[in-house]
């Protein structure tokens, strides 16, 4: 939505994933106090799932649009793309820097299943089914964004910012708007991450991981909801988790991961250079044409028109 | 409507200013000037030590078409880009429909029916000819949170009479075979078109043209012109800066013209092609 539908390069986006990761950990662990000063942090709730989830959205939420704010007022679009990645770099820095937070740089870890009470395995597959069911609801919710009057009018400013203005859209609002829907996908993108893995540090946030992400939108076509599902799947799974189960070369190790980050490099520019539309291009809406409007048209084409205007 | 009474300046001349108001404005379409909708008063705008426009006031009548001229860098289209609200004012007041507007952004002057177009044709590339029009219906319920948690059960109903509505002003302008292309594809003076056509799916009260003609064949300026006065004729007023005199002449019933940021007459087209000022304008610059 953010980047192939409203055109906003929001290079800070793992800082939304991450914002959503460290209020879901925070709002599930219990007081920092009660695990005998192995770890700090904020709050320490013990909050059900759900609510954490929920939080974890809002904070997403909040998260997106105060970057949002830094960047978007006065800045074309590429000035605002680098102001979030500098915005990326100095949360990460931040948040390392602040043991107190979310525990500095060891970052935050005894994030527990939710569902590991029915069993570890059993527990484990019962969460991905919940995070396939998430992937479905997000899916849904975000056609209602991408789709219809706004989709139309997010596609509008991605093409010409000015012309939006100019027919009475406030580019401000709608960018805020779609950094505050992204960041609450992102928040809940980064719970349900924590949820399964158990911790979260600044090194699974730097900005890198953001680059990733825009490759999985540059593969599976910018502004197709589909083609970027997919281009997920394949620069995520196969791709950055599939190097993981190449052979480590002894003389060289941490070798195969690279190999991941070389591909992707690659795989982008040659995306961007050969088939900047991506693998699924943005669908082009079909309008039911009444009988009666053909006929008209078929009339009006008869006539006069610019749309006969060669060269013109 | 059928005021033929010119219409007074704003203000006086600015200090030391050469503005002379030629006769009555008995040109193309006076029958159809009311009351000003578009009152500039004293504008000026400054590029750091740059005054690109210096005190310049002029009124756009209701239901009329107004032109402004004059020779390159005179200030013309500074003129457009700040009373519409892409450039904020250094100093001056505008009233649109007897509200103050003065620095307003684009986007909330357009809203209350102050729409322009751009020099370069500006259009959405990724949308098709119909989208473009679509998506500048002012106050469409799939813009409201309602409309986006109910989707086409709030907005279906909706969307289908204005994509008649688009097509029926497609046709008008003879562009209906290119509904579904997408704009990026089309030729100049087709996007061109496609500005305008844009502009009146917002039901605007002025539209303000910045040089509509440019580019375009002899033929489609005849066709543009006539749909031009269609429009002044439905009682829309128009703005429109251009380059083209013999186009100003047929269109306009009053012409300000303009150079070195100031206005230097005002009156009919055949009356400012007699006025000494507005020739040195164009022959000497």
Known sequence: MEFGVAGVANLAFIVVIAAGAYTYAVLTLGPATGNGGFQQYIVGLHLPFAVAVLAAAAAGAVVGVLIGVTGLKRLRQDYQGMVMLVVSLMAATVVGADAGLFNGQAGLSLVSNPFSGSGSASGDWTYVGVVALSCVLGFLVLRRFTGGPLGRTLRAMRDDEHAAAAIGRSVVNLRLLTQAVGGAFGGVSGALLVGFIGGWSPSAWAYPETLALLTAIIVGGMGNNVGVSIGTFVIYLLLLQGVQFLPQIASHPGLTEAFGWIILGVTTVAFVWLRPQGVFPERRPRFRHHPEDQELDAGAAAGTGLSDSVGA | ?285
């Not at chain 2, 000003?36 to 004293?42: R, S």
């Not at chain 2, 102050?114 to 500048?136: D, K």
């Not at chain 2, 844009?198 to 066709?223: I, K, N």
Request: proline share 7%.
């Open chain 2, 1 to 285: 409507m059928a005021d033929a009474t010119p219409v007074p300046p704003l203000a006086p001349p600015p200090a030391g200013g050469v503005v002379e108001r030629a006769g009555p404005a008995a040109g193309h379409g006076s029958r159809h000037q009311g009351p000003p909708l578009l009152e500039v008063e004293q504008l000026v705008k400054h590029y750091g030590g740059v005054r690109a426009v210096d005190g310049v006031s002029f009124a756009v009548p209701a239901g009329s078409i107004t032109g402004l001229i004059g020779p390159n860098g005179a200030g013309k289209s500074t003129v457009l880009a700040v009373v519409s609200g892409f450039a904020p004012p250094t100093g001056g007041r505008i009233r649109f429909a007897g509200r103050a507007v003065t620095g307003l952004p684009m986007h909330r002057l357009a809203r209350q029916g102050m729409v322009r177009t751009f020099q370069l044709a500006r259009v959405f590339g990724g949308l098709t000819t119909l989208e473009n029009l679509l998506v500048a219906v002012p106050g469409q319920r799939g813009l409201s949170p309602l409309g986006v948690v109910g989707g086409r059960w709030i907005w279906g109903g909706e969307e289908r009479r204005l994509v008649k509505e688009a097509r029926r002003v497609l046709r008008r302008f003879g562009m209906a075979s290119k509904a579904d292309d997408y704009a990026r594809t089309l030729s100049g003076g087709q996007k061109r078109a496609v500005e305008i056509m844009r502009c009146l799916m917002m039901r605007p009260r002025l539209l303000l043209l910045d040089e509509p003609m440019a580019g375009l064949s002899p033929r489609l300026v005849t066709e543009l012109e006539r749909i031009l006065l269609e429009l002044r004729d439905e009682g829309l007023a128009l703005l429109i800066v251009e380059h083209e005199l013999e186009t100003v002449d047929r269109l306009c019933s009053t012409v300000v013209a303009m150079a070195h940021g100031r206005v230097i007459a005002e009156g009919t087209m055949a009356d400012l092609r007699t006025r000494r000022e507005v020739q040195d304008a164009y022959v000497v610059g």
